[in-house]
């Protein structure tokens, strides 16, 4: 379902599901699919689907039960232009978090590389 567009595919799952609770298909109060069937259905890893799930409830569209899921708001917030520039700029901060989080990973295994730990002698 995600397409190769330029476009981040957590955008693209972002705008799928928003489109699903605006029109109704995803009703306050219904369950959002696990993390595991909507990786499946967007055919991406459960950290796309993560992020995705991350934008949304920072726009107000879903919230989080610990131990139940994440359901879509009983009032979803009303949308408008600074809603659209808001949520752009939240896509755009999640973009260059997890852009943060993958450098550090490669500057971790880097260093690991070029300074192994030294064996213990016995």
Avoid: H, N, W
């Amino acid at each position: 379902m995600v397409e190769k567009s330029g476009r981040p595919a957590y955008l693209q799952i972002v705008d799928d599901l928003s489109e699903q609770i605006r029109r109704g298909t995803l009703a306050p109060g219904d369950a959002l699919p696990s993390i595991a069937q909507l990786g499946e259905r967007y055919d991406v890893s459960a950290s796309v689907i993560k992020s995705a799930v991350s934008v949304l409830r920072t726009q107000g569209l879903v919230v989080g039960q610990q131990g139940k899921g994440v359901f879509v708001s009983e009032t979803p917030p009303a949308t408008g232009p600074a809603d659209d520039i808001d949520s752009e700029v939240l896509a755009q901060l999640a973009d260059m978090r997890r852009t943060l989080k993958e450098l550090g990973d490669r500057l971790a295994a880097l260093e690991s590389t070029v300074f192994p730990k030294p064996k213990r002698s016995r």
